[in-house]
Each structure stands twice: as C-alpha cells, then as structure tokens.
C-alpha cells in the first residue's frame, strides 16, 4: 500500500448515484441521523469504538485457539450459473465475506477478498488459512462488486484491481470510501448512502465501524447490501450483512425493504463477546438476524478462511448448529457452505 493512501484526500473523487462527480470532503455528505458532518455513527446508541487500553485489555487477557497450520485442500466443486440460463439464483462461497452471486443475467461479487493477508503490507498481518473457493483466474463474468466497509478483510485493494483489470464491472462502496479506489485508479465507482437503491443495488445499515489507518476513524460509511435478482416477474432479494452487530437495523430492513429470500450473514469473528458483540454478531446472533429479517434461506460468511479473534477455527460452525438446534429453526434454513459450496436459491413457490 502507497504511503498516504488515506490522506490524498483532494484527490479523491466521489460518484453519487446521480453521476455527480463531487470531492471526498466529508462536509459534502448529507447530514443523517447516522453523519454530523465529520463523522459516521451507528444511530441507535451503540458506540463500538474500542479504545487502545481495551485492545491492550483483550490481548493481554486472551485466551485465543491456535487454528491449525495446514487447512485442507478445497474439495467442493462449485455450481456456476450458465450465462442466459434462468435457473434461480446461484451462490458460491469464496470465503471469508466473499461470496459470487449469479442470476444467469447478471453476476456480483461481495468484498473480494483473495489476498493471502488481511493487511496494510504483505509481509505481516493476519494470513487466509484456506484458499479461495474459486481463484479470480476462474470467474466466468463480474458485472458488479460491492464492498461494504474500509477494513482489510473486506477492502482487499489488490483484488479490487485485479478485478477492474479483468472485468470493468461496476464497484459500489458506502459513502466516503470510493477515494481508496480511485487512488488505485478504479473509476467506475459509485458511493452510497444508506437505503439508497442505484440498479437494483441498495446499501442497508449496519452495526459497525471504519477505520484504514490512523486518523480516519469512522470518516467512511459501513453497510450490508440488498440486490435484486432473478428473472423479471420472479425477482429476489438477496441481502449481504458485510461486518455487523445484532442490531435494530434487521427489523428496519425487513419493514422498509421486504423480507429477503436469501440472507448472508457473518457467523465468525466474535470471541471475546465483551470486546466483539456491539461489531461483529456470533452464530446465536446470526440466528436472530435471520429471524427478524423473516429470511426464506440464511447462508453463513465470515468464518474459517482469517482467524481475527479468539474462537477455533471449527467454534462458528459447531457454535450455529447448536443455535439452530436450540432456537428450533428448520436445518434447512441456514446454510452452512465449505470454500467452493453452492447455494442454489430458486423462486418461491407461487
Ligand atoms: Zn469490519
Ligand atoms: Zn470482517
């Protein structure tokens, strides 16, 4: 990463929904119940920001599962949607957030992320334990990639302009993000706001935070995503949640947007709760989501590709399975992919 990444900002260019070219200048963003002018925040009352003494507080006190040294080779074969075909919704698990989402129409990516390293620099930081379920060399099509906050496990620059190079599909980034892509020379950018909808594409809230370097804490956007997908007259909603608390917002959604028919909602990274929970949901939470948002099908993200947090590596799995037990949902409802698994959503019955 070049120095002074997140400091160029006259340099950065957002592009609104109406193709307004205007400065990164934080001032320039409507303010909201979530923006005061400066700063982005979660509007109903959690304050996630963690300060140095409890970071210092977590580590010191950690008790965290060593994942294993060699991860198993990927055995899943996925199922990819033929081009023209109108088969349902197909999607692939990459791994980590990354999911390839398919309608026979169009395609999308969620925060590629195909680095070996969640990180500023590539000689240090937390390493991927499995590969990619498909490597970028093995996607068919990409007319779209959506990333859904500035951290590295979800903003992999280096994949983002691998995938310009090979695809120019369209990019989406919540507001005050699309400065990181345009540094890199990715131009075909949009920003959004929460609940604003630009070709079939509507950033939702989150529970979370940002932050890339020093300084910039919170001066960037964090969301999920709603598409729309499918043949007309049998269209889908597909949500990706990106990083999040259990919070409000899955109520708000599934009252402004509709219950989604497939939800993908992040199960790992939650271990200690007290330093974890207002940011990152645990396998009980996902649960919940999935019950507030009255979600046809969940599908689980975020788990066995980084260790981040203290939890083994086989904790989210085992951990969502004894939810789902415990809460009585249907087993079928919530997904549980391998790196290269696919889901394959079709209408619902009429
Ligand atoms: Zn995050
Ligand atoms: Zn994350």
């Known amino acids: ?24 200048d934080p001032k320039l963003y409507p303010i909201s119940d979530h923006f005061d002018g400066s700063h982005f925040h979660n509007p109903w009352g959690v304050n996630n ?33 033929r081009k023209g075909a109108s088969t349902g919704v197909h999607a692939t698990y990459i791994g980590h957030a990354t999911v390839y989402l398919q309608d026979g129409r169009r395609s999308i990516l969620t925060d590629p992320f195909f680095s070996e390293r969640a990180s500023p ?7 991927r334990y499995r590969r990619p379920g498909i490597e970028i060399s093995q996607i068919p099509a990409l007319d779209t990639v959506v990333v859904s906050h500035n951290h590295y496990d979800h903003m992999d620059l280096p994949s983002l302009v691998e995938l310009d190079r090979r695809f120019k599909p369209r990019f989406f980034v919540p507001l005050g993000n699309a ?27 989150a529970q979370h935070w940002s932050a890339r370097g020093v300084g910039d804490r919170n001066e960037a956007l964090w969301g999920g995503y709603l598409f729309r997908l499918g043949d007309p007259g049998s269209e ?17 959604i599934r009252e402004r947007c509709g219950a989604p028919d497939l939800a993908l909602l992040p199960i790992g990274a939650y271990e200690p709760r007290w330093f974890m929970k207002d940011q990152h949901m645990n396998p009980d939470d996902a649960v919940l989501a999935h019950r507030d948002l009255g979600s046809r099908q969940s599908f689980a993200i975020h788990f066995e590709t980084i260790q981040l947090t203290d939890e083994a590596i086989g904790d989210p799995r085992r951990d969502l399975r004894s939810a789902i037990a415990r809460r009585k949902l249907p087993v079928s409802e919530f997904f549980i992919p391998e790196a290269g698994s696919t889901f394959l959503l079709s209408p619902p019955a009429p």
Request: glycine share 6%; proline share 7%.
């Open 121 to 127: 620099v590539s000689f240090m930081g937390p390493r």
């Open 179 to 205: 400065r990181h892509l345009l540094a890199e020379g990715i131009t075909r950018v949009t920003e959004l706001d929460w609940w604003q909808e630009v070709d079939g594409v509507r950033l939702v809230p």
């Open 49 to 81: 920001t963690k300060t140095l003494w409890d970071v210092f507080s977590w580590k010191i006190s950690s008790s965290a599962e060593a994942w294993p040294e060699n991860a198993p080779r990927n055995t899943q074969l996925p199922q990819l949607a």
């Open 236 to 252: 889908m909603k597909v949500y990706f949640a990106g990083d999040t608390g259990y919070g409000p917002h899955f109520n708000q």
């Open 1 to 24: 990463m070049k120095p002074g990444h997140w400091a160029i900002r006259s340099a950065a260019v957002a592009l609104l929904p109406a193709a307004l070219a205007l400065a990164a």
